[in-house]
């Protein structure tokens, strides 16, 4: 229960500092920013939007600094080679794999995997989405 309380009280204290910092008044201006920028591309704006605030409410919610260094290797080889056969023995950590037990490979592989999936997925909706910047 003090856990949760601490976090509780985690969460309110990051509230508190996005509305003291303006947090809401930048993301309503890069939310039509992006939106006209997005219109001007073709895009339909009210997916955009969903799009555009899934992504923000992704950042808020977790720490994704590891989870979008992931990303970036997903999607590096994507893009120069598109979807691969061997791309979870790509993505494997040689040293830490060789050190697990059976079981543990075996868990690593399903969560490497896990983790890929969602990276997929956001790969092809960010590309959905993906016009050219200023």
Do not use: H
Request: charged share 45%; glycine share 2%.
């Amino acid at each position: 229960m003090a856990n949760e309380l601490k976090s509780f009280k985690q969460y309110a204290r990051e509230a508190k500092l996005r509305m003291k910092s303006g947090f809401w008044q930048d993301y309503r201006a890069a939310l039509e920013r992006e939106t006209a920028r997005a219109e001007e591309a073709g895009v339909e704006p009210s997916k955009f939007i969903e799009y555009y605030m899934k992504k923000t409410e992704r950042s808020l919610r977790y720490d994704c600094a590891e989870e979008d260094a992931f990303y970036e290797k997903v999607k590096k080889i994507l893009d120069e080679e598109g979807e691969v056969t061997d791309v979870i023995g790509r993505l494997t950590d040689k040293r830490a794999f060789e050190k697990l037990t059976y079981e543990q490979q075996q868990r690593y592989t399903l969560e490497l995997s896990r983790r890929y999936r969602r990276a997929l997925d956001r790969y092809e909706r960010e590309k959905e989405f993906d016009f050219p910047k200023d």
